[in-house]
């Protein structure tokens, strides 16, 4: 069993930057670096909708309405995968939620076994 648990969601105004973490653990949680982490968000009345993913060999995929905006990077010595958001906008705002596959190969919903409880992020105009 993997326990996800994100952090460093808010309010923010337009333009501006959160760091969201997400911290991994658990009781058969092994080696961090075998994991593909991925970040999703999902907003009120929408899918879940991919966001960035670091996969375990290290290659980093971007949602296309993200790129050049958003840094998804890990930590492996602290279990701990993080996305930077600078010049967010209001159609930003979302729950965030981190997932992890271990040895994920792509970055579909489905893809993901273990999930992150989220966090919200809210970008106002």
């Known amino acids: 069993q993997v326990q996800l648990v994100e952090s460093g969601g808010g309010l923010v105004q337009a333009g501006g930057s959160l760091r969201l973490s997400c911290a991994a653990s658990?009781?058969?949680?092994?080696?961090?670096?075998?994991?593909?982490m991925g970040w999703f968000r999902q907003a009120p009345g929408k899918e879940r909708e991919f966001v960035a993913v670091?996969?375990?060999?290290?290659?980093?995929s971007y949602a296309d309405s993200v790129k050049g905006r958003f840094t998804i990077s890990r930590d492996n010595s602290k279990n701990t995968v993080y996305l930077q958001m600078n010049s967010l906008e209001p159609e930003d705002t979302a729950v965030y939620y981190c997932?992890?596959?271990?040895?994920?190969?792509?970055?579909?919903?489905?893809?993901?076994?273990?999930w992150g409880q989220g966090t919200q992020v809210t970008v106002s105009s």
């Open positions: 997932a992890a596959s271990r040895y994920g190969t792509n970055w579909s919903v489905d893809s993901f076994g273990f």
């Open positions: 658990g009781r058969t949680f092994s080696t961090f670096t075998v994991y593909t």
């Open positions: 670091s996969l375990y060999w290290g290659s980093l």
